[in-house]
T-cell receptor, first 113, second 115 residues
């Protein structure tokens, strides 16, 4: 069975500082990994996804994530936080043929002025 | 292109009642997935439908059921509501081709409150 663990339910960073949101996965077969963002009272929006084409994945709004098989990690980073990045972020995993996405419990990012 | 729409957006029910939520996918999408979102639990997968067939389901009691119509619109039903069913219910639509080439697009959700 697949699973994801997001370390830190709340993360605070100063505006302009590095954003690092952690996600570790568990899967017995090659996984597909995703990062989604959710703004208040809205659904989830895809930031980026890993499909094995490249280990460093670039997404929207300046975010990127690196797939590290040896560490079973898929951490999300952004070099410089902006106030508009304040939201909840979810890591998710799936494998081919299951049509089932497993989500982490989310990390709420707060950006301090 | 219109996004995923969910109706109603807010719902208040009492214990023991039943409820039906609706999801209209993006035009051309044949897969609809449903999730329950609660604070601290994240999103829990309920079920996925493709061309009117359920392809997978999560670990929820039989009180939770769903269906998909020939136009890809989907409904989920919860019978005998319990207080713990209070949550944001999200649906997501996609082409249904699989994660290598596909992307899930989420609706805004239906906020269900059970009193």
């Amino acid at each position: 069975a697949q699973s994801v663990t997001q370390l830190g339910s709340h993360v605070s960073v100063s505006e302009g500082a590095l954003v690092l949101l952690r996600c570790n996965y568990s899967s017995s077969v090659p996984p597909y990994l995703f990062w989604y963002v959710q703004y208040p009272n809205q659904g989830l929006q895809l930031l980026l996804k890993y499909t094995s084409a490249a280990t460093l994945v670039k997404g929207i709004n300046g975010f990127e994530a690196e797939f590290k098989k040896s560490e079973t990690s898929f951490h999300l980073t952004k070099p410089s936080a902006h106030m508009s990045d304040a939201a909840e972020y979810f890591c998710a995993v799936t494998i081919s043929g299951t049509y089932k996405y497993i989500f982490g419990t989310g990390t709420r990012l707060k950006v301090l002025a | 292109k219109a996004g995923v729409t969910q109706t109603p957006r807010y719902l208040i029910k009492t214990r023991g009642q039943q409820v039906t939520l609706s999801c209209s996918p993006i035009s051309g999408h044949r897969s609809v997935s449903w999730y329950q979102q609660t604070p601290g639990q994240g999103l829990q997968f309920l079920f996925e439908y493709f061309s009117e067939t359920q392809r997978n389901k999560g670990n929820f009691p039989g009180r939770f059921s769903g269906r998909q119509f020939s136009n890809s619109r989907s409904e989920m039903n919860v019978s005998t509501l319990e207080l713990g069913d209070s949550a944001l219910y999200l649906c997501a639509s996609s082409l249904g081709d699989g994660p290598a080439t596909d992307t899930q697009y989420f609706g805004p959700g239906t906020r269900l409150t059970v009193l």
